[in-house]
């Protein structure tokens, strides 16, 4: 399983506030299959398959298109990891142990 942490930004949507887009894009990950997600203040986190996560972030993108704006720009950071499972929530709880060893 994969995990992938999305921003995507409408750009010149003529307002500063984008929280209606971003409310648009958590309806529209509501209908991808085989994933789970987390949104987070500054983007989303999604886990899943690879290509269900590409899948995902299609959407994403072009949600802001349907609503409107004209131009958006989109991040994505992959993390891939095959050796083990692994998770947003595995992740950090690693850090977590470590810090208490400290």
Not at 35 to 40: G, N
């Amino acid at each position: 399983m994969a995990i992938g942490e999305v921003t995507v930004i409408p750009i010149g949507t003529g307002s500063t506030s984008l929280s209606s887009y971003v409310a648009d894009m958590q309806r529209v990950l509501e209908t991808v299959e085989g994933i789970t997600y987390e949104l987070t203040s500054m983007g989303t986190i999604i886990e899943g398959p690879l290509a269900r996560i590409l899948a995902a972030v299609e959407a994403l993108h072009e949600s802001p298109f349907t609503a409107g704006a004209q131009r958006v720009s989109t991040s994505l950071k992959i993390d891939d990891r095959r050796d083990k499972p692994s998770t947003s929530r595995s992740k950090l709880e690693s850090v977590e142990r470590k810090l208490q060893a400290d």
